[in-house]
């Protein structure tokens, strides 16, 4: 090498060391993603049951505006666009089967949806540790009981010869024995009693949850102040779970129409059929008993219709009341 290349050499800039360049946005996601790709795998294995067993078969929905019967697949029963919606509306029972349902659910949502919190509310109060747990205990057990075992005790008691007739005689309430299984009028109160003795204590679980989150600063402060129980239950316990409750009544609106089947079956029979005619009865007679698989798929697809709408009614009430929604 001559003395010119040399120089030449030696007069060019030295190169720079490369750097890192900084990850991209797409890198720092996937590295998280791998990272974490035990627990992605375990909540991807949740979203793939939720896909298979809750929107795969929304398919089937098709059914309710066509002529199914198992002869044939879905793909070869004849379109009938409204027919089954038409039919159900003007059905001789559409009227009774309305009546029962809203009415079973409205009374339900009224007194059902409130002592929950009443009874938390009251519980949060207690001062004996071992006396509270006693009665948190006794209120859970009922929830594990399913309805078969709970109508089995229920159509006991409320017999001719049942603890309830026994009771009520023997403190003259009553001057003979009532059959009230047997009468349609008895029927809404049963069904409303027995729902909140199953699932009072249960359904109270979420509100003593919310309270333990309170600060107990605030109690003292309001001590301080003068505050009694009432008082401290009013203007500290229930506005820190107003959230909570806005929530859960929400849940409850959309579910409105759903008259919990297992109980009314249980408890339904021939004499009481004009007051435990629901919807969810309704469509199991027609659907799996008569075999009118399209004509009840059609009642159940309204009933869900409904449902959307009144949770999205609820859901645009509670955030405008108390900015608190789902969505």
């Not at 409205?106 to 747990?133: C, W």
């Not at 309270?211 to 203007?235: C, H, L, N, V």
Request: zero cysteines; charged letters at 15%.
């Amino acid at each position: 090498m001559d003395i010119e290349q040399m120089t030449e050499q030696m007069a060019e800039p030295a190169a720079a060391p490369e750097r890192n360049k900084p990850p991209s946005v797409w890198g720092k996601r996937w590295g998280r993603l791998y990272a974490q790709r035990h627990i992605q795998i375990m909540a991807l294995l949740g979203v793939a049951w939720m896909i298979v067993f809750n929107y795969v078969p929304m398919y089937g929905i098709i059914i309710a505006f066509k002529e199914y019967n198992i002869v044939r697949s879905v793909a070869e029963a004849p379109w009938v666009g409204f027919d089954h919606f038409k039919e159900f509306f003007q059905d001789d029972n559409f009227v009774n089967v309305m009546k029962n349902t809203l009415g079973i659910s409205l009374i339900k949502l009224i007194v059902g949806f409130p002592l929950p919190i009443i009874f938390a509310l009251f519980l949060n109060e207690m001062r004996s540790v071992r006396f509270k747990k006693a009665v948190q205990t006794i209120s859970y057990l009922p929830h594990f009981l399913s309805w078969v075992v709970l109508g089995g005790i229920l159509t006991t008691w409320l017999s001719d010869v049942g603890i309830i007739n026994d009771l009520l005689l023997a403190l003259h309430l009553i001057q003979e024995p009532i059959s009230y299984l047997a009468e349609p009028s008895y029927f809404w109160g049963i069904v409303v009693a027995s729902d909140v003795w199953k699932e009072l204590g249960w359904s109270a679980i979420i509100y003593l949850a919310a309270i333990t989150s309170i600060s107990p600063e605030m109690y003292e402060a309001a001590t301080i102040d003068g505050a009694g129980r009432f008082q401290k239950m009013w203007y500290i316990t229930l506005p820190s779970i107003k959230a909570t409750i806005s929530i859960l009544f929400i849940l409850a609106v959309g579910g409105v129409l759903n008259s919990n089947f297992d109980q009314i079956l249980v408890l339904r029979n021939a004499l009481n059929e004009s007051a435990s005619n629901v919807i969810d009865i309704y469509v199991y007679q027609t659907g799996m008993l008569s075999g009118r698989y399209s004509y009840s798929t059609a009642v159940g697809l309204f009933k869900s219709v409904i449902a959307l709408i009144l949770l999205l009614l609820a859901n645009r009430v509670t955030k405008k009341l108390n900015d608190t929604s789902l969505f």
